[in-house]
């Protein structure tokens, strides 16, 4: 079973970057596909952005496409969301999670696709 901690969350001005990370223990990192989802307060939890197990394959929500970049290190059992040109409405909770994958090569979207998730790293964007 891998356990997973975010970090990198912290106050911005509206323009501005950050890097989340995703620590990832207790598991072979390579066999998970990953993903980042947020929750603003009030709201849903959304899909942001999803990795297959490689790195090879991305995919965004369109809100975030074309300023976040998603990137995993397998070596490092880490994965990363670099967040830039950061908007008012970026701010939110943002989650890791991981779905174990045997042979597929793909990624995932769906919340409920996802089997483990971090306890969240907190981003706020002020205006």
């Known amino acids: 079973q891998v356990q997973l901690v975010e970090s990198g969350g912290g106050l911005v001005q509206a323009g501005g970057s950050l890097r989340l990370s995703c620590a990832a223990s207790g598991g072979t990192f390579s066999r998970y596909a990953m993903g980042w989802f947020r929750q603003a307060p009030g709201k849903e939890r959304e899909f942001a952005a999803a990795?297959?197990?490689?790195?090879?394959?991305?995919v965004y929500a369109d809100s975030v496409k074309g300023r976040f970049t998603i990137s995993r290190d397998n070596a490092k059992n880490t994965m990363y969301l670099q967040m830039n040109s950061l908007k008012p409405e970026d701010t939110a909770v943002y989650y890791c999670?991981?779905?174990?994958?045997?042979?597929?090569?793909?990624?995932?979207?769906?919340?409920?696709?996802?089997?483990?998730w971090g306890q969240g790293t907190q981003v706020t964007v002020s205006s």
């Open positions: 999670a991981a779905k174990p994958v045997v042979f597929s090569g793909g990624y995932y979207r769906s919340l409920d696709s996802y089997d483990y």
């Open positions: 990795i297959n197990r490689s790195g090879g394959s991305t």
